[in-house]
Each structure stands twice: as structure tokens, then as C-alpha cells.
């Protein structure tokens, strides 16, 4: 399994970026995917995730704000950031689980300054 996320980058507040994730080697139509976070010195967090039968979930913080949504041909994640705030400042990580075994893309910086 392989995700390979990419769409970080540097805005000001109130600026928008829509992050990708280019899933392989899973049958990615029938996987749950989602989004984490992570601050310097803080926990991975969980960010939004969109189950394989349609439910989405998201962070309080980013409701509103955030819209996560998936391509099952294309095997692709997104995650359409508006309204971004300094808070969303981290690297963003896309998630799945196969077979018990988590996995993660290489996480894509998101840099929002005031």
C-alpha cells in the first residue's frame, strides 16, 4: 500500500489549499480513508475521515471550513482546506487501514501565517 500525498504550501489566513492523496496497491473504493495533523510538539490528530459507505467525520475545529471528499476511480483522497487560520498549521498526513496494519502517506506541510 502506498499513499502519496501532496497540495501543502504556504498561505495567509483566510487563504484556501486542497490537499491530494494518490492511493495504490489497495482496493481503494472499499477503504476507509481519512486525515490527520500534526503540530510540532503536539499528538497526531484526526483531521476528517470519509468511510467507504459514505459517512464523513470531522475535527469541531475545522467544521465548516474543511471538506474532505474522494475519487474512487482516480483512487484519490482530498481534503479542500478554506478559511484557513495559523492553528492549521502542520503536516498533514493521509491515513488508511488494511488488513489490521495502519498506513500512512509522507505528510505534506500546511503553513498558514497571520
Known amino acids: 500500500v502506498q499513499l502519496q500525498a501532496s497540495g501543502g504550501g504556504l498561505v495567509h489566513a483566510g487563504g484556501s489549499l486542497r490537499l491530494s492523496c494518490k492511493a495504490s496497491?489497495?482496493?481503494?473504493?472499499?477503504?476507509?480513508m481519512a486525515w490527520y495533523r500534526q503540530a510540532p510538539g503536539k499528538q497526531r490528530e484526526l483531521v476528517a475521515s470519509?468511510?467507504?459507505?459514505?459517512?464523513?467525520v470531522y475535527k469541531d475545529s475545522v467544521k465548516g471550513r474543511f471538506t474532505i471528499s474522494r475519487d474512487n476511480v482516480r483512487r484519490t483522497l482530498y481534503l479542500q482546506m478554506d478559511g484557513l487560520k495559523p492553528e492549521d498549521t502542520a503536516a498533514y498526513y493521509c491515513?488508511?487501514?488494511?488488513?489490521?496494519?495502519?498506513?500512512w502517506g509522507q505528510g505534506t506541510q500546511v503553513t498558514v501565517s497571520s
Open positions: 470519509f468511510a467507504s459507505g459514505g459517512t464523513k
Open positions: 496497491g489497495l482496493n481503494f473504493s472499499i477503504n476507509d
Open positions: 491515513h488508511t487501514k488494511l488488513r489490521g496494519s495502519d498506513y
